[in-house]
């Protein structure tokens, strides 16, 4: 049953994790007004009358996680996705602050197409959804948008995403202007000129499945061109999807010089390596590609040294007819929503994060690159919107892409058994998720 939200939620008894204030302890929290009200450590006992109440006992409680990279698809993609779905999906994943890319039709490099985000969101989504500007009109990597209307307009960053900031002037010019506004700019770092025709990481795989390659130094090279530009604008820099190991190595020198950036990796290229495309599977594809053991150990290596700051899904939903094809003519992209957690709690159980680290860079870190002027976001502390996940650490469950909220069920981990799963979710208070696996019961009663 989903709670009304007209009467006080208490989450009760459950393992409070909250990087922001360094807390880890047993305890119960109170959602009054759409706010957290109250959260501590003794028991409130009995649960008061007239309370919700979702027993928690089991259970970790988080701030909600925020997303700094997804794709919602509308408008003009609303066949792979739509705020609605794609929001439902996050709340089924545990994300209540999502970020969306610009790359729909007509692309977000306008006030008025900011503006339509923003409303379809406040009629159907389900989570807050943020959205991300173009760098360039049209994304054609020519002419900088207008990037003072952009933030006025609510992006809370420019990326042109999909594509690189290819001309290396306009990534200057636009970092550059970012000054104005405070917004990073973020890239996704790839000379096209180097992947062109590419469908996988290049390597023995990709010889052996006769499949063109891409191989690492196209991320590197404008990762690196990224860094010295931002070194020489002083703008702020933030590293879509980083997979190779050369690439933290980059970041990891260019934040020991002080040049402002930041970066992020997705689960999928923390958890599976290229050897997934063998069989062609179609889900397996996506840009950049799925990378090798000895890259992911260098981006596990950088999360815990906070060469890179957090965790971003990059979730990429596509029909069934953009996948259903050959491997070269297949769209890029994994729907990761409902899958980040499940996969990312695989490192948690092998001892390569702590549950707390996995918990920051989902929450608190994520809030920082967005700043303050969008709420208190990735906290649990009194008086901030009451976004909160509730997850099952050790719940083992079987990825069945039917069951997605989410259009896009094109992921390679289909069939796949994950241990870690998100029970409830809520947003600004309301509860916009719940696992069939708790009750929320009424008037005190748990
Ligand atoms: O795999 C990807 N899919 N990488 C991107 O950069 C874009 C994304 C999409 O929009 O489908």
């Known amino acids: 049953m989903m709670n009304n939200n007209s009467n006080p939620l208490l989450i009760y008894n459950g393992h409070i994790i909250d990087p922001s204030r360094g807390i880890d302890e047993i305890g119960s929290l109170l959602i ?12 409130i006992t009995p649960p008061q009358p007239g309370y919700d109440v979702l027993h928690a006992q089991g259970l970790i409680i988080c701030p909600g996680f925020i997303d700094l990279h997804c794709h919602l698809r509308q408008p003009g993609f609303e066949e792979k996705e739509t705020i609605a779905t794609g929001t439902q999906a996050a709340a089924k994943g545990g994300f209540t602050t999502i970020c969306c890319m610009p790359n729909t039709n007509p692309p977000l490099d306008n006030q008025v197409n900011i503006d339509y985000v923003k409303s379809v969101t406040a009629t159907e989504g389900v989570v807050c959804v943020l959205p991300i500007g173009c760098i ?15 933030a006025s307009a609510g992006a809370i960053a420019y990326s042109d995403d999909g594509e690189p900031a290819a001309n290396s002037r306009l990534m200057r010019q636009a970092l550059d202007y970012s000054l104005a506004s405070g917004l990073p700019i973020i890239d996704h770092c790839e000379d096209v000129t180097l992947t062109e025709g590419g469908v996988m990481n290049e390597g023995l795989i990709s010889t052996k499945l006769g499949l063109q390659g891409m191989p690492a ?11 010295a530009l931002a070194q020489l604008t002083g703008g702020r820099l933030h590293i879509a999807h980083t997979t190779t190991e050369g690439s933290v190595d980059l970041i990891r020198q260019a934040k020991e010089k002080g040049i402002q950036v ?31 053991k000895r890259d992911i150990q260098a ?27 050959e491997f070269a003519l297949a769209a890029f992209g994994i729907s990761g929503f409902e899958t980040a957690l ?27 690159i967005i700043g303050n002027k969008y709420g208190r976001l990735g906290t649990l502390a009194v008086g901030s919107p009451a976004d909160v996940t509730i997850f099952d650490p050790d719940m083992a469950w079987v990825v069945d892409t039917k069951a997605f909220a989410s259009k896009g069920k094109n992921t390679p981990l289909a069939g796949s058994v994950l241990k870690g799963k998100v029970i409830a979710t809520t947003s600004q208070g309301r509860l916009v998720y719940k696992d069939d696996s708790v009750e929320v019961n009424t008037n005190g009663k748990y």
Request: proline share 4%; glycine share 6%.
């Open 32 to 43: 009054t007004d759409g706010k957290i009200s109250w959260l501590g450590v003794e028991e």
């Open 342 to 368: 499940g996969s990312l709690m695989s490192l948690v159980h092998d001892g390569q994060l702590t549950l707390a680290t996995l918990i920051a860079k989902l929450t608190c870190e994520p809030a920082r």
């Open 217 to 227: 130094a196209a991320e590197e090279i404008i990762v690196a061109r990224d860094l």
């Open 262 to 292: 930041s970066a992020e990796v997705t689960p999928h290229h923390l958890t599976l390596t290229e050897e997934k495309v063998v069989g062609y599977d179609t889900n397996a594809k996506v840009n950049p590609p799925l990378r090798t």
């Open 299 to 325: 981006l596990i290596q950088g999360l815990n040294d906070n060469t890179i700051d957090i965790i971003a899904t990059d979730h990429a939903p596509h029909t069934e007819a953009d996948k259903l094809c």
């Open 136 to 150: 360039s009109k049209s994304r054609q990597g020519k002419e900088l948008t207008d990037m003072g209307e952009l």
